[in-house]
């Protein structure tokens, strides 16, 4: 007699707005985890840009009013949304990515009865910034809640530190899966030349960038401040900021105010994320705050060297002196002194990136994440 197929297990991927590399993640584990008996379906906002996508791949997608911020007046819809979501379709598992995400849908599993939840916590929430209130706000909330969740999920040790630290929570319960990705693009590299020409940088010219979110968490005006003294040192060198967000008018204002304006580009919003690595020689981070940081993965597939700060899960990405060069966060001068450093020394920049590419292959593949998670799946459910 014939062995019927296992069905697939359902699961219930639920996230707010979302875009960049959350929404990235989303759609890989949605699409990946179909290998591993894992049928996943989407909640999110019906205008999320998620929406689209997870069609595209034969995605189920339930909308859900999920908004950003916390909101006493517009969040109770959600979670009743989402309750609704989850007693008609009945998943075997609810998983939520982020930390309004993982208010709503603990709240809604609690109102609908089942099922059991898990958490990924993508980024640093505690970081500079967050008032005392709000931090206090999210404490308390996030201890109480716990207790309703089967397992969170970090993607970085420095994150789960701050889960066990902060939250005091029992260490069973809190896994580190890193982030993966689909290296392959970014190993086959492009047309470099063709790039530079896309973006104006001369063919022999020292480029430094990233494509990044203008939020604070980046702190890209740091970056620019870090950038100027090396391409005043370095005539025919650029520096190239891709993306959009809030602060996007304001770093442009402080590169106009610097004496290297002409040779700082914003490109705008990348969707060719190899063939703008391609063009550079360094790539280059600020940040203050970061959960494990996809574009850092992907430069170090695309063969480059690395400079950024510490902050978050970066050291677990980045081995200081091998792929890169890593800095206080804050300190745009000892940025300036690491940029110049590999400036100066191309066989160093090569060293690096080579080392880094080896890194990546061996930590950060899609199909080590999704591995992973399903085996955190498959604890959880027994």
Known sequence: MPIEPRKPVRVLQVVRPAAGGMKAHVLQLSAGLRAHGFECEIACPGDSELVHDALEANIS?????IVGPLNPLRDPR????????IRERRPALVHAHGSKAGLIARMAVLLAGRPPTIVTVHNQVLYGGISPVMRWVYVTMERRLARRTARIITVSEALRRE???????DPKTVTTVYNGLDLDPFLAGSDRAKARERYGIPSDALAIGLAARFAPQ???????????PVLERHPDARLVLAGSGPLLEFVRTRARASSVRDRILFPGLETDMPGFLSALDVYASAAIAEGLGLGTIEAMAAGLPVVSTTAGGTPEVVEDGVTGLLVTPGKADRLTEALL????????????????RARALERFTEERMLARTSEVYREVLG
Request: cysteine-free; proline content about 6%; charged content about 25%.
């Open 61 to 65: 997608v339930h909308p859900v009013p």
């Open 78 to 85: 959600a979670i009743i949304a989402l309750a609704e979501v």
């Open 163 to 169: 889960m066990l630290d902060v939250f005091m929570l």
């Open 218 to 228: 980046k702190a890209l005006d740091v970056l620019v401040e870090a950038a100027v």
């Open 341 to 356: 450093r590999l400036a100066k020394d191309p066989a160093l920049r090569r060293r690096m990136g080579e080392a880094g």
